[in-house]
């Protein structure tokens, strides 16, 4: 479980750095490309995104998602916190998974709550928790007794007011 939570911790500071405004444009397109390269199994993983304006779920690329995700703080608001709440991870059941690059590998899901506020200056403009699962693929390296973690999708479960959810969880 430490292993999972330090990767939990790696993403969401990755996530927190590219939505920043204290971030530079050009720090935040080399994050995302590494965030990519080293958490996503690939450019297509998939990232959905629910909202209590929008009674429904969008799902995008993860390069589209974490681009959108850089550009709030330009396009929306004036600050953006994202992260999750470290002490509701759940873990599902692994299952076998046959990697067409790896071979053998296993995936699982851990869920997760993740928190979203945005401001237009010092105003909060909107916030939220949304449930979300995170399916992860992990697979030993050939040769070594490396294991490799890698997101496969991260899927929106349900979203909440952030008063329904500290209520729901105090």
């Known amino acids: 479980m430490h292993y999972i939570d330090n990767f939990a ?33 690939s450019t297509t993983s998939s990232v959905q995104v629910s909202s209590l304006n929008h009674n429904s779920i969008q799902t995008y690329p993860v390069n589209e998602y974490l681009n959108h995700l850089s550009n709030l703080c330009k396009t929306r608001y004036t600050r953006v916190e994202l992260y999750f709440k ?26 997760v709550w993740q928190i979203f506020k945005s401001y237009i200056g010092d105003r909060q403009l909107y916030f939220d928790a949304t449930q979300k699962d995170f399916i992860l693929i992990f697979h030993k390296e050939e040769q070594s007794d490396f294991w490799t973690l890698k997101i496969k999708s991260i899927i ?12 729901k969880w105090r």
């Open 86 to 111: 470290p002490d509701y991870i759940s873990m599902g059941t692994i299952h076998p998974y046959h990697d067409p690059t790896y071979g053998k590998s296993f995936e699982f899901k851990v869920g």
């Open 9 to 41: 911790n790696e993403v969401k500071t990755n996530f927190t750095d590219i939505a920043s405004e204290k971030v530079s444009d050009s720090k935040k397109e080399k994050l995302i490309q590494q965030t990519i390269n080293k958490y996503f199994e």
């Open 156 to 167: 929106a479960k349900e979203t909440v007011t952030l008063d329904n959810f500290e209520n």
